[in-house]
C-alpha cells in the first residue's frame, strides 16, 4: 500500500510482477474491480502499477514527490455505462480532468465505450491512445504494452529551436522565455512539427502520430489545432518562423531568418 491513498493493487490481488522494472503507472479508476485488473495486466507486463480512485490524486503526489516524479503513464479508465443499482455511480473519467502535473505524463484512456465518436472525443481531450475496456485481458494487456514502449521517456529534455524551447517532461513550451497555453494536443502538433521541421509532413501521419486515428480521416481537425498553433506560438515570417499548409498533403515548418 502506498501513502496517501494511492493503493498498490496488483500487490493486493495476487498477481506476480515479471522481473523487468519498466517504471510505475498510475492508474485512475472509479471501480476497485477495473483498478484490480488494469493493475494485474500492467503488473504482468513488467510496470509497477498504484491506483488512485479519484482526481484527487494530486495533493496526495505532491506529499509522495519521489512517485510523483516516476511515473511514466496514466492509464485512465473511463466508463459511460451505468453501473447495476447498488455498486455506485458510474465513471465517467477524461483526460482534461487530471490536474495539471499529471496530464504532464502520457496518458492512456481504456474505456467500455467503442462508438467512434467517444473514442475521438478522448483523443481530443487530451488521451495519446484509446482502447476497448471489453477486450481480452491478454489483448488488451499487448495494447498496453505496446503503448507504453512507444512513448517512452525522450531522451533528451529539451528541445529548442530559436526562441522556442519545449520542456518534454513537463509537457511545457515557451516562447522567448514565457509559458505558451497550448492544449495537449495543440503542444503534441506543435512538438511533432518542430521535430520535423523542413519537411513536409503529411495529413495522414499527422493523423495517426498524433491523434491515433486513421489515415484516411477528415482533416478539419489538424487545420484548427494547427490555425491555433501558428497564433499562439506566432509561427509568422515577421517572428522568423513560418507554417506553411499545402492544401490536401499537409504542414511544413520553416525557419525564415
Known sequence: MVDNGIHRLASESGSVASMSDNGEVLVVATRQADA???CDILCLAGYRPHWCPDFSCSER???NGKLATSIVAIVLCHRVQAQPTGTGPSGINLPSELPNQLRCRRIIAVSDCTAEQTVVSLLDDGAHHCFNLLESSSVLQVR???ALRHHGRPINDILTSGNISFDLLKRRV???GFVVDLSPKEYELAYYLFSNRDRLVENGELLT??????AGMETRRIDTAACRVRKKLKLTAEHGW???RQRRLGYR???TH
Do not use: N
Open 253 to 255: 515548418l520553416v525557419r
Open 61 to 63: 503526489l505532491q506529499s
Open 36 to 38: 484490480i485488473r488494469l
Open 209 to 214: 502520430s498524433i491523434w491515433s486515428l486513421p
Open 174 to 176: 515557451t516562447h522567448s
Open 242 to 244: 513560418e507554417l506553411k
Open 144 to 146: 498496453l504494452e505496446a
